[in-house]
């Protein structure tokens, strides 16, 4: 044999190598892409199986055997029909993990998410030519779903304080409250037998710390009860400041703007005018003597208090649907104060004080007094401390649907 024939045997060896190498590198591209492709496939449907169930659990029957079908099916329609053969779809509610417990570490909102995993079982196209066996791929997804919540589920009047005349009902007051709970994050006093408040069931009168005074007027008896959480994620509306009015209208006192369909009114030296019209209206230094109406209306008490004595009366309704320039939504809030602004603000008229809507000032003692009465449709008030003195007539119905709440929320979580 020549040199020239060992080398050209050696040549087609190497060449035949090269080949083979050469094809198993084509063939594990090949194969990888299914498994990205199949992957990919898997995730998207196990994203919108999960969501559909999380969509369910807030918007249809909200049954939980429902929302878990509604999984199944969107999977199927995705091409994964849980046929025990080439693939299988888990959903949990709560989520479930091997490297932790969800019911343990979620608390009662585990139920708030579902979990979809989707295994796909591939076998390979080529490299079935160098490993005899199936691929398995695994994804998982989970969302949750968080119906509307108020911001203090259950009280029409709440105080946050946790001092201990957070919450005083003294004097010759009378209160019905029908539909929540009158609760105090500190303690409770009432002086004085005369009087009554009636919270009709199921609602309740609770003290997180202590009660003084008489509790004879007081129906039901006032028991010790857990401090109210007030939900997060509240921004403040959206108001613009007294150098940020450059170019809006005029009026007798305010600037006003219409943005994105919303009246905007700033008033830079308290509330000028009587008769509101719709829309927010922002306040520095706040609202002083005058009967004051207005209807489908915001008011945000940036600075200052409120006065109202002798034969003052207020009558504010909210807006159902009302959306600020932040985009945030205020539907059934009527009256808010950030935390910052700690006046009083002072219900003591003789002519009566009517709400439709939320009231939410965390910062500011509440003071109800005067002689006549005050009716609070679909209202919970919030206030740092509450006080009723005098001798009025309070009626409050809570209907949290009429109140202002918070969104459902459906996110993808993982």
Request: net charge negative; hydrophobic share 35%; charged share 15%.
């Amino acid at each position: 044999m020549s040199t020239n024939q060992t080398e050209r045997g050696q040549v087609l060896v190497i060449i035949v190598l090269g080949l083979v190498v050469l094809f198993g590198f084509v063939s594990l591209a090949v194969d990888m892409g299914q498994v990205l492709s199949n992957r990919r496939s898997a995730q998207n449907a196990a994203d919108s199986a999960a969501m559909s169930a999380a969509f369910e659990a807030i918007g249809g029957s909200k049954d939980r055997a429902t929302a878990i079908q509604n999984a199944f099916n969107l999977a199927a329609e995705n091409g994964f029909d849980n046929n025990q053969v080439d693939n299988w779809v888990v959903v949990n509610n709560p989520p479930i993990s091997k490297d932790e417990c969800w019911t343990c570490t979620m608390g009662p909102t585990a139920k708030e998410y579902y979990q979809v995993i989707i295994t796909v079982k591939m076998d390979p196209i080529f490299a079935q030519v160098f490993w005899n066996g199936a691929e398995q791929v695994t994804v998982e997804a989970i969302a949750h779903a968080k119906d509307a919540d108020s911001l203090s589920t259950g009280d029409a009047i709440l105080s946050l304080s946790k001092q201990d005349d957070s919450m005083d009902l003294s004097g010759n007051v009378t209160v019905y409250v029908e539909g929540g709970n009158i609760r105090s994050n500190g303690g409770m006093v009432k002086n004085g037998a005369s009087g009554g408040v009636t919270v009709k069931s199921p609602g309740n009168i609770y003290y997180a710390n202590t009660f003084k005074g008489s509790t004879s007027p007081l129906s039901p008896a006032p028991k010790k009860g857990a401090e109210a959480t007030i939900m997060g994620g509240l921004p403040a509306p959206w108001c613009p400041s007294a150098s940020g009015t450059a170019g809006w209208a005029s009026g007798s006192g305010y600037k006003t703007k219409k943005i994105d369909g919303v009246n905007y009114y700033y008033y830079a030296n308290g509330l000028s005018v009587e008769d509101l019209p719709p829309g927010i209206h922002c306040i520095e230094n706040g609202i002083g003597k005058g009967n004051y109406t207005g209807q489908n209306v915001l008011i945000v008490l940036l600075s200052g208090g409120i006065q109202q004595t002798g034969n003052d009366s207020v009558n504010f309704q909210a807006d159902t649907d009302l959306i600020d320039a932040n985009g945030t939504q205020w539907g059934g809030m009527v009256f808010y104060a950030p935390a910052t602004n700690t006046n009083k603000l002072k219900f003591g008229g003789n002519s009566g004080a009517y709400f439709y809507g939320t009231i939410f000032a965390p910062g500011a003692d509440c003071d109800i007094g005067g002689t006549e009465d005050g009716s609070a449709e679909h209202t919970a008030l919030i206030c740092n401390t509450v006080k009723f003195h005098g001798n009025p007539v309070t009626s409050i119905k809570y209907n949290p649907a009429e109140l202002f709440h918070f969104p459902p929320l459906v996110e993808l979580t993982q």
